[in-house]
């Protein structure tokens, strides 16, 4: 690692870092800390693409550790050569989930700049935002950001370098980026957001950077599988018809496994939002195996697991098999386009079993509309008898209706009436099943942020500002609704005032 007084010193068990200067120099902000900011492969894959441009260096900014005890003010610099952020030509960010929208404005403030875009002259370096966020709802990003790109950014990417490099103003330039395909300029467009950008086939499989002992998945080398999903659940933002399926051939994959980060990385991570619908999946898991990796898969649908491909995942290393039956029962997850039956799980049990599993866990959700009793009971009776053939870990999270989905106006159910739902499931499998669950309260927040327009954005920076408690969100959010009653749902209210993709389509 070449030698810099001001380099980060979590940069030092970093593999793959990039260290060069340029003429142009950006900083890729990741708005949580670097174990986080490690997991995200769309971040890699960005960094990489602007730092392979002729004339241009990036360099990344994340969040110190122990910023989240809120006694951090800063100041806040890049990772490679500790620069502040106000020093960089522009300012971009990745974004991939609601309560991370603060953090985006505290970076900017911990960095010298003024967090609001309306107190940044135009001189000021332009701040660009996109990320997984930008497939449902942006709109509370607007009272922060200058401009953001819409969905998936590779070929945006090009349009965006070469208009920067342009050397038009500020303003010249925010214009000419308003009339390009995916870009949002709140400045220029208000409320009418532009369509999601969906990448070509020729930019897939994504290719990590970096490994890191100090990232969410330790030392393991991101590759990316296949993008989309061919499915059609009903809550997903990621579903066939928003983001349809693309598939790279099986020798597209392997063969990034020989070259790069991959070549010494001890585990390789495949990504994607369906990967094991992805139909090469196994052979890129034997490619892996053959090669001394240790494996990790982003998802795993239980309805595609046999024999081969459970044996695969414990010869690479796991020793705990996760499946989503994202539903109470079956007749829940027939309303949602899940399609997965109790058979399906229960054969998954038997599976890890067989091949030495230690356990199994599975994810739902709860507080979908015309949940009934019978939907919990058939819930209690599958855990009790998974739990009978191998333990089980369930994990819990509130259902929080996103954009861009046939359930972007379903209700979020009332915190308390969730947390007597959760009681009962403790109550029912404390004995035989180890239960989690995400805290209705903060699924409550990030279901404003994913509904709310940009004075929602704004409420949340204040709560945040006061100590970021829920209660700081509670008084925050109840001020903004009594002062205007349709903030809650004003990101569909405004889809459908502008006619865009709207909700047309999405049932």
């Given at each position: 690692m070449p030698a810099h007084s001001r380099t980060h010193p979590i940069l030092r068990a970093e593999q793959g870092?990039?260290?060069?200067?340029?003429?142009?120099?950006?900083?890729?902000?990741?708005?949580?800390?670097?174990?986080?900011?490690?997991?995200?492969?769309?971040?890699?894959?960005?960094?990489n693409a602007l730092n392979s441009r002729q004339g241009l260096s990036c360099q990344r900014a994340v969040l110190p550790d122990d910023a989240f005890e809120l006694t951090w003010?800063?100041?806040?610099?890049?990772?490679?050569?500790?620069?502040?952020?106000?020093?960089?030509?522009?300012?971009?960010?990745?974004?991939a989930y609601e309560l991370d929208l603060p953090h985006l404005a505290w970076m900017l403030e911990a960095g010298g700049m003024a967090p609001l875009a309306m107190d940044r002259s135009d001189k000021a370096a332009p701040v660009i935002v996109?990320?997984?966020?930008?497939?449902?709802?942006?709109?509370?990003?607007?009272?922060?950001?200058?401009?953001?790109?819409?969905?998936?950014?590779?070929?945006?990417?090009?349009?965006?370098?070469?208009?920067?490099?342009?050397?038009?103003?500020?303003?010249?330039?925010?214009?000419?980026?308003?009339?390009?395909?995916?870009?949002?300029?709140?400045?220029?467009?208000?409320?009418?957001?532009?369509?999601?950008?969906?990448?070509?086939?020729?930019?897939?499989?994504?290719?990590?950077?970096?490994?890191?002992?100090?990232?969410?998945?330790?030392?393991?080398?991101l590759l990316e599988t296949s993008r989309g999903c061919p499915r059609y659940c009903k809550f997903c933002v990621v579903r066939a018809p928003a983001s349809p399926m693309r598939s790279p051939e099986l020798d597209r994959v392997v063969s990034a496994l020989d070259e790069g980060i991959y070549r010494d990385a001890p585990r390789v991570g495949f990504v994607g939002a369906a990967v094991s619908d992805w139909p090469h999946i196994k052979g890129a898991l034997q490619a892996a195996i053959d090669r001394g990796k240790g494996i990790g898969i982003s998802s795993l649908r239980a309805d595609r697991l046999d024999e081969t491909f459970v044996g695969l995942l414990h010869q690479g290393g796991y020793r705990t098999l996760t499946v989503a039956s994202d539903a109470a029962s079956e007749r829940l997850r027939r309303q949602i386009m899940k399609g997965l039956r109790p058979k399906h799980f229960l054969r998954t049990a038997e599976l890890a079993r067989a091949v030495g599993m230690k356990q199994m866990k599975l994810y739902l959700m709860i507080g979908y509309p015309d949940e009934r009793p019978e939907d919990y009971q058939e819930l209690y009776e599958l855990c009790e008898t998974i739990s009978s053939r191998i333990p089980l870990v369930v994990t819990i999270s509130p259902f929080v209706p996103k954009l861009h989905t046939p359930l972007a106006e379903a209700p979020f159910e009332?915190?308390?009436?969730?947390?007597?739902?959760?009681?009962?499931?403790?109550?029912?499998?404390?004995?035989?099943?180890?239960?989690?669950?995400?805290?209705?309260?903060?699924?409550?927040?990030?279901?404003?942020?994913?509904?709310?327009?940009?004075?929602?954005?704004?409420?949340?920076?204040?709560?945040?500002?006061?100590?970021?408690?829920?209660?700081?969100?509670?008084?925050?959010?109840r001020a903004l609704d009594s002062?205007?009653?349709?903030e809650e749902r004003a990101a569909v209210q405004a889809a459908m005032k502008h006619n865009l993709w709207a909700l047309s389509g999405a049932r």
């Open positions: 870092t990039i260290y060069h200067r340029a003429s142009s120099e950006m900083v890729l902000c990741y708005p949580n800390n670097y174990r986080v900011a490690g997991a995200s492969l769309g971040y890699q894959v960005v960094y003010r800063g100041p806040l610099r890049s990772l490679e050569h500790g620069m502040p952020l106000g020093g960089f030509d522009v300012v971009l960010f990745s974004i996109g990320g997984p966020l930008t497939q449902s709802n942006v709109l509370p990003l607007g009272p922060f950001v200058d401009v953001v790109v819409m969905g998936e950014a590779e070929e945006a990417l090009e349009v965006l370098l070469d208009r920067l490099e342009s050397g038009m103003p500020k303003p010249d330039f925010l214009k000419a980026l308003s009339t390009e395909k995916g870009f949002w300029v709140p400045s220029i467009h208000g409320d009418a957001i532009p369509d999601v950008l969906v990448a070509r086939g020729a930019h897939i499989p994504a290719r990590g950077v970096w490994t890191s002992p100090d990232a969410e998945f330790r030392d393991m080398a009332q915190i308390a009436s969730q947390m007597r739902k959760l009681k009962a499931i403790q109550k029912r499998l404390r004995r035989r099943v180890e239960v989690r669950f995400d805290s209705p309260r903060w699924a409550w927040i990030e279901y404003r942020l994913s509904q709310g327009g940009m004075a929602t954005g704004m409420a949340a920076w204040e709560a945040f500002r006061r100590g970021g408690q829920f209660s700081a969100y509670k008084r925050a959010f002062d205007q009653e349709s």
